[in-house]
């Protein structure tokens, strides 16, 4: 017994049907196991990995509260310090609870309790040694007591690289089960893929070639038919369709048109089927593009982050400077030293007030660029005389532009006038950019020029121009950032917090001004700044805190 034709293709389709359908169950199956470790990634590595930031710079401040509760000698400024440390512990507590419900694994577990423990221990050394010892000490040297609490902090610092250590190695797991997933559903489609197409050329070379062979015959004999040898008969060697065919060549011409219609109809539908994978494709790779832009955006957050870490880095640095050289000639002075020599003693003060000068101007820089990302920062607008004002600023810098050989010059018309604005504020703005032309400016000269604009509303024009070492094209653009330097190398051949220019912008703006530079590599630089004159009509001004 023959199987009929239509049979042959139906058992031919239904093998294709069926490879199809395995092909689209277990591409969901691996799409499920894909979002599966791609919500795991969303849901607990990322919150976790961020929690971990920020309990990172919740120690960073901790440790910074510690330092500033050595340096201030003022009780009220201890208490404050106190205060911080007592919020940054509450801070740290939340942020233990929020990661708790994040943990996965019994290894991330025990290294998460590897940092309670720690912190645990530095809070408790803080509490019971650090604090008592400061409050005891009278040497006025901070190293000592700072210095016992490195080892703690060292130990929190292993359990907290321990602990993000974890957490990467979960996302890395996560992403490269995802990646796996994604590469064997590759296989496995483009495996059934080339096997359907296999199938189908096995089943239309086969039927085809019988089909031809057999119509064939049946075109010889109805020729002979036509010819007239009606005598003729079509022999009849199968059953199928094409037996029917052999009856009547009008049923035979029908049934050649019913197989083309199916041969058709199949064509079309593998074409939709392969539309249907190369979407599925498509939407792989849109999928890892995302996953790209993902680790782009965790990248630059953590260049921000080292950014923030360079600057604390040099802050540190830039604070023990002048406190160094006060606490080095006060002891000198404390000694003896000089006693009979006026002068001498004269030198050290002055040194002092330098030194001491020089701090403020850091800590006020620090708080100015705190107050004024918080929003918050306080003008004190009031009638300034100018020329009083500008030489008071080069009395103050002309020190500092002495030490490397430089010659400050002022130019000021005689009848400059008043301005009504924040005097300190525009002082300080002065003072950092001629501090910064001092810094980057060997043997050569400093001017500050002043001149009233003929603009309408009036304005005042500051001009710091330096014969320095200037500035290239490309530092120009991150020049007013906030805790960038133009050379931010650890070799670099000046000091600097990487907060002046940035400050001096924002104060500009403040007062209702604008900063701009110009600047050539080897030829110097040229700030301006334009501040408006005001109104100088006199008005009760209101009693701020001021630390310019």
């Known amino acids: 017994m023959r199987t009929s034709l239509r049979a042959k293709l139906l058992a031919g389709f239904a093998i294709d049907l069926v490879l199809m359908i395995l092909l689209g169950w277990f591409a969901s199956q691996q799409m499920g196991r894909m979002n599966e470790r791609a919500t795991f990634v969303e849901q607990q590595t990322i919150p976790s990995l961020d929690t971990i930031a920020r309990m990172s710079t919740v120690i960073n401040r901790y440790q910074v509260g510690q330092l500033e509760y050595l340096i201030y000698s003022n009780p009220y400024d201890k208490d404050r310090s106190r205060q911080k440390m007592g919020d940054l512990e509450a801070e740290m507590e939340r942020y233990f609870a929020d990661y708790q419900p994040l943990i996965t694994s019994d290894e991330e577990q025990r290294r998460f309790e590897a940092v309670l423990v720690a912190w645990q221990r530095v809070v408790t050394a803080n ?58 559903a590759q296989t496995v489609i483009i495996g059934d893929t080339g096997l359907t197409i296999l199938i189908s050329a096995v089943i239309g070379l086969v039927l085809s070639g019988r089909i031809a062979l057999r119509i064939g015959r049946l075109t010889s004999a109805t020729a002979q038919v036509a010819a007239g040898d009606l005598d003729r008969q079509v022999e009849v060697v199968s059953r199928d369709e094409l037996g029917t065919l052999a009856q009547s060549f009008n049923q035979m011409v029908t049934s050649l048109r019913e197989q083309r219609s199916i041969l058709e109809q199949r064509n079309e539908e593998l074409h939709t089927s392969l539309l249907r994978q190369e979407q599925l494709t498509a939407d792989l790779v849109r999928g890892k593009q995302a996953e790209e832009e993902a680790q782009r955006a965790q990248a630059a957050a953590e260049a921000a982050s080292q950014a923030k870490s360079m600057f604390l880095a040099n802050m540190s640095h830039e604070l023990r400077t002048p406190l160094n050289a006060i606490l080095g000639y006060a002891q000198l002075l404390k000694m003896g030293v000089g006693a009979g020599d006026p002068e001498a003693q004269g030198c050290y003060l002055d040194s002092i007030l330098g030194a001491g000068r020089h701090l403020t101007s850091l800590i006020s820089n620090v708080l100015d660029f705190s107050k004024i990302e918080q929003g918050k920062i306080e003008l004190h607008i009031g009638p300034v005389e100018i020329a009083p004002l500008i030489h008071e600023v080069a009395d103050i810098v002309t020190p500092l532009v002495q030490q490397q050989k430089n010659e400050l010059r002022v130019n000021m018309p005689p009848d400059i006038g008043s301005m009504l604005t924040d005097g300190p504020k525009v002082r300080q703005v002065l003072f950092n950019l001629l501090s910064n032309a001092a810094k980057f400016t060997e043997a050569g000269t400093i001017s500050l020029e002043v001149n009233a604009l003929d603009e309408s509303p009036a304005m005042i024009e500051f001009a710091v121009i330096d014969t320095g070492i200037g500035i290239s094209a490309e530092h120009l653009q991150q020049l007013f950032q906030p805790f960038s330097q133009v050379d931010s190398s650890v070799t670099r051949r000046v000091d600097g917090t990487g907060l002046g220019l940035a400050l001096s912008r924002q104060l500009c703006r403040a007062l209702g001004g604008e900063i701009s530079v110009t600047s050539e590599p080897g030829h110097g630089s040229t700030f301006r700044v334009v501040l408006p004159v005001g109104d100088l009509i006199e008005e009760p001004a209101q009693p701020v805190y001021n630390l310019a």
């Open 127 to 184: 509490y019971e040694r650090f604090i008592p010892a400061v409050a005891l000490a009278n040497t006025g040297s901070v190293q000592p007591f700072y210095s016992r609490m490195n080892p703690l902090y060292g130990d929190l610092s292993e359990a907290m690289e321990a602990l993000s250590a974890e957490g990467q190695t979960q996302a890395t797991s996560a992403l490269e089960e995802v990646r796996a997933t994604y590469l064997s």
